[in-house]
């Protein structure tokens, strides 16, 4: 269990979290144009939306990605977990995770489907399988296999096409969405667009999580731009951080996705 609500964390971190302050107010800066979007056809919406029709044509676009994921993890009361994990993804089809533990030796291989999960412990030798929508009822997120695929690849998600503000901050441009789930607070470099924070607010007034995702370290890999690191703070009860740091990025190459099953391994719920 807490290995699946781990693997649920880092694939959904963005997508579970919410801020306690409004969106309006987060985004409004000193000497920052702050413009309220208004559901007229007025020329600052136009001009709003075809900057949002931009951003959206950024997203990055793959049929296989694969990736070494230095991962690093802390927490308020002082714990930490450092791991290698080496990630394959096709698109709409499989996300492959090998984690490394200590002395260089393969602790788990997972593999996520449209519809699955299944997780092989290979150090107790077990084998955990659940469906997708598990993950959707521990994190009472909903959220989709795509959504998980944009999370990883760097693309923005939960980015509702209902613009409520929008602040030009010099360099940097950011606007705030709205949709049935999520507010989302976005900000993306002003000339190219690289998306740099994202923010996830719940529309659950009930809720009290926060998350902040940041974006840097950008490398042109292919035919994409790529932010090769991650950093990631949530806060509830507890405060966790997790930093992603991406080496050996390829897109589009041919790719396995090893995944054969021990007869001596056990089945465990």
């Given at each position: 269990?807490?290995?699946?609500?781990?693997?649920?964390?880092?694939?959904?971190?963005?997508?579970?979290?919410?801020?306690?302050?409004?969106?309006?107010?987060?985004?409004?800066?000193?000497?920052?144009?702050?413009?309220?979007?208004?559901?007229?056809?007025?020329?600052?919406?136009?001009?709003?939306?075809?900057?949002?029709?931009s951003i959206q044509k950024k997203r990055i676009k793959?049929?296989?990605?694969?990736?070494?994921?230095?991962?690093?993890?802390?927490?308020?009361?002082?714990?930490?977990?450092?791991?290698?994990?080496?990630?394959?993804?096709?698109?709409?089809?499989?996300?492959?995770?090998?984690?490394?533990?200590?002395?260089?030796?393969?602790?788990?291989?997972?593999?996520?489907?449209?519809?699955?999960?299944?997780?092989?412990?290979?150090?107790?030798?077990?084998?955990?399988?659940?469906?997708?929508?598990?993950?959707?009822?521990?994190?009472?997120?909903?959220?989709d296999y795509s959504t998980l695929e944009d999370l990883?690849?760097?693309?923005?998600?939960?980015?509702?096409?209902?613009?409520?503000?929008?602040?030009?901050?010099?360099?940097?441009?950011?606007?705030?969405?709205?949709?049935?789930?999520?507010?989302?607070?976005?900000?993306?470099?002003?000339?190219?667009?690289?998306?740099?924070?994202?923010?996830?607010?719940d529309v659950d007034q009930t809720r009290s999580r926060?998350?902040?995702?940041?974006?840097?370290?950008?490398?042109?890999?292919?035919?994409?731009?790529?932010?090769?690191?991650?950093?990631?703070?949530?806060?509830?009860?507890?405060?966790?951080?997790?930093?992603?740091?991406?080496?050996?990025?390829?897109?589009?190459?041919?790719?396995?996705?090893?995944?054969?099953?021990?007869?001596?391994?056990?089945?465990?719920?």
């Amino acid at each position: 269990m807490r290995l699946i609500l781990f693997i649920a964390f880092i694939f959904i971190t963005l997508a579970s979290c919410r801020s306690t302050r409004k969106i309006t107010t987060v985004i409004a800066k000193k000497d920052s144009a702050v413009v309220v979007i208004n559901p007229a056809e007025s020329d600052s919406a136009k001009s709003v939306r075809a900057t949002f029709d931009s951003i959206q044509k950024k997203r990055i676009k793959f049929t296989s990605f694969s990736s070494k994921v230095k991962v690093e993890y802390r927490d308020d009361k002082n714990r930490s977990l450092d791991f290698n994990a080496f990630l394959r993804m096709k698109k709409d089809s499989a996300i492959w995770v090998s984690i490394i533990a200590a002395l260089n030796i393969e602790a788990y291989r997972v593999i996520i489907t449209p519809d699955s999960i299944t997780i092989m412990d290979k150090i107790n030798r077990t084998i955990q399988h659940k469906p997708l929508s598990y993950l959707q009822s521990i994190t009472q997120v909903p959220f989709d296999y795509s959504t998980l695929e944009d999370l990883i690849i760097g693309n923005p998600v939960y980015l509702d096409r209902t613009v409520v503000a929008y602040a030009d901050q010099g360099e940097k441009i950011s606007l705030s969405t709205i949709g049935s789930s999520f507010k989302h607070y976005l900000t993306v470099g002003k000339n190219d667009l690289h998306l740099l924070f994202s923010k996830l607010d719940d529309v659950d007034q009930t809720r009290s999580r926060t998350a902040n995702l940041s974006y840097t370290a950008y490398l042109l890999t292919g035919n994409w731009m790529f932010a090769s690191n991650r950093s990631i703070s949530l806060s509830e009860k507890n405060k966790l951080d997790i930093m992603l740091d991406f080496k050996q990025v390829d897109f589009d190459k041919q790719l396995a996705f090893p995944f054969s099953i021990p007869k001596n391994y056990k089945v465990i719920n």
